[in-house]
């Protein structure tokens, strides 16, 4: 989820991914398992949103199992 909105965000702004990880020093391997990560608390994933200055929003929404109402 992550990696797909950071791609769109890097398009816009004219950069590709190599620009990122070659500027922050980060291997490419490492960079992409960042970016796919389902842990938010990722230091290279916050290094990476720093130098594009972005910031993680989490909404959380609430499952409804069929016929259950709260």
């Known amino acids: 989820m992550i990696e797909k ?3 769109e965000i890097l398009k816009k702004r004219n950069l590709k991914p ?13 960079f992409y398992q960042s ?5 938010l608390n990722n230091k290279t994933l916050h290094k990476i ?3 594009l200055e972005l910031e993680i929003e ?3 929404h609430e ?3 069929r016929g259950v109402q709260p």
Not at 35 to 39: A, C, G, K, L, Y
């Open 18 to 30: 190599v620009d990122v990880y070659k500027a922050l020093e980060i291997d490419k391997v490492v």
């Open 58 to 60: 989490v909404l959380l």
């Open 49 to 51: 949103l720093r130098y």
């Open 5 to 7: 909105q950071l791609k």
């Open 63 to 65: 499952k409804r199992v």
């Open 35 to 39: 970016i796919r990560t389902s842990n």
